[in-house]
């Protein structure tokens, strides 16, 4: 029987029916073994995985080529691997290798214009940042951080005068130099 509207055999459009019921359910599946990380704040790597996982997802839906079987594979399968690159991020600190650091924006209200710049934000990005933050001096930001996520954190002056705490620091880059501590 074909549906002339619909363009195709209703046996072909049952199999996209389950083929897509299929993958969509295989993708709930492994994201729940794969805990709250495999669609957290996402990192470079993070997101690379998230397109694959759509990719997969719509061929396994669609094409006729790819069997359900195949595409719950391919999942199962680029799950493992973030899986492991998380593991090895942790374990043996190859984080530096697969996500972009944290990176220095301003610094007791003085806007580090080469970070600026890296980060490919103007000022007006960063000002509005700071609006959102609640900061109405530039010397209020003790300081803004690019995280590795996209996101910007925006550190303020603690009352009294207090210095940030080092280590809320150490890992994050000032640019040309070591870290901002």
């Known amino acids: 029987m074909q549906f002339s509207a619909l363009g195709a055999p209703m046996e072909s459009l049952l199999i996209v029916a389950t083929a897509?019921?299929?993958?969509?359910?295989?993708?709930?599946l492994f994201s729940r073994i794969a805990g709250l990380r495999s669609f957290s704040q996402m990192t470079n790597f993070d997101m690379a995985a998230t397109v694959a996982f759509g990719s997969m997802v719509a061929t396994t839906a669609v094409s006729a080529k790819?069997?359900?079987?195949?595409?719950v594979v391919a999942l199962g399968v680029l799950f493992t691997a973030q899986g492991v690159l998380a593991w090895a991020r942790r374990r043996y600190g190859a984080e530096r290798l697969?996500?972009?650091?944290?990176l220095l924006l301003m610094r007791d209200g003085v806007v580090v214009e080469d970070n600026l710049a890296r980060a490919r934000m103007s000022r007006g990005d960063l000002c509005s940042k700071l609006r959102l933050a609640g900061v109405t001096a530039f010397d209020q930001a003790a300081a803004v951080v690019m995280e590795s996520t996209g996101e910007v954190s925006v550190l303020r002056r603690a009352p009294g005068g207090a210095e940030v705490e080092p280590e809320l620091l150490a890992t994050v880059s000032a640019g040309d130099g070591p870290p901002a501590i």
Not at 66 to 71: F, I, K, P, V, Y
């Open 66 to 71: 790819t069997s359900l079987l195949e595409g």
């Open 98 to 102: 697969l996500d972009s650091g944290p």
């Open 20 to 28: 897509t019921c299929g993958a969509y359910l295989s993708l709930v």
